[in-house]
């Protein structure tokens, strides 16, 4: 019997926890056959003169080997940090594994949540900036946010210590 091929969302901006939270990902979640679509979720007042055509649903999916490319990040106002789209690749090739990227615009909480479900994920990952009660109280926690209100189970992964991007 195949295993069942599954769709993993990972929250991704190459914070040092978001960073953490793909490598943990590619070393402990991924399988042969598995897909995982990077989530970015942009400022809602980033320039979107270009990108009116998908302000509610982001652009379609994008294939990692062409989100690597130079244009298409400078094309939605992106700098992806090259050492995890090399260890994403690295993953694509040696699991077999589909890695997309996906972009929405807006607060990332419910951004996050609103992809879970637009992609139907059935697990989604992403990193914690580690904020201590009085930051989180003020900033709100996207990883708390997420967790009780995406309608899939959630890893949060802490990043390095001593980390707070």
């Not at 970015?40 to 055509?53: N, Y």
Request: charged share 25%.
């Amino acid at each position: 019997m195949a295993a069942e091929k599954r769709t993993i969302g990972m929250g991704m901006d190459y914070s040092p926890s978001s960073k953490t939270a793909a490598r943990w990902a590619v070393d402990n979640l991924l399988k042969a056959g598995d897909r995982i679509i990077l989530v970015h979720v942009l400022p809602k007042g980033a320039d979107a003169s270009h990108k009116e055509l998908w302000k509610s649903t982001g652009p379609p999916l994008i294939p990692l080997p062409e989100f690597m490319e130079m244009n298409v990040q400078a094309r939605y106002g992106l700098n992806p940090d090259k050492e995890i789209l090399e260890i994403l690749l690295a993953a694509s090739k040696s699991k077999q594994v589909e890695v997309l990227a996906k972009i929405y615009w807006g607060d990332a909480r419910e951004k996050l949540c609103e992809a879970v479900d637009d992609l139907k994920v059935d697990s989604f990952v992403l990193g914690c900036r580690g904020l201590g009660p009085l930051k989180r109280a003020l900033l709100g926690s996207v990883s708390n946010y997420v967790v009780n209100n995406a309608t899939c189970p959630v890893t949060v992964v802490h990043g390095p210590i001593g980390s707070s991007a």
